[in-house]
């Protein structure tokens, strides 16, 4: 059972780390809009290609989770990113980390603890 937890925390991980190489990709293409301009800034940009083998790792590893976890257990762990990517974002974007985010945090975080519990 822990092999199982230990493999839905790291397509956790991996999802969050592809969020957070897609943005430092978006800081250094710039905008990205819906015009073959923007295709190229997003291919040209290796950072991207970061982002895009974590989404893809995180997708094997999140269904060999489901494998072994009912989805109603794992779903409710990707909150874990929620915290992780408000506290990596202020760090490495300086992303403001307001109040408001801290209370929608903590209440999806009450919200996971609740769904634990059933």
Request: aromatic residues 12%; charged residues 5%.
């Amino acid at each position: 059972m822990m092999q199982a937890y230990l493999l839905a925390i790291s397509g956790v991980l991996l999802n969050c780390f592809a969020q957070l190489f897609l943005k430092a990709g978006t800081n250094q293409a710039g905008v990205i809009s819906a015009h073959w301009d923007s295709a190229y800034k997003v291919l040209s940009t290796p950072i991207f290609y970061a982002g895009f083998a974590c989404y893809g790792l995180s997708l094997i590893v999140w269904i060999m989770a489901l494998s072994k976890l009912p989805v109603s257990v794992a779903y409710p762990l990707l909150s874990i990113a929620y915290v992780l990517n408000m506290v990596l974002a202020y760090y490495l974007f300086q992303e403001p980390i307001t109040l408001l985010k801290v209370i929608g945090t903590a209440l999806i975080l009450l919200g996971v603890v609740l769904i634990s519990q059933s």
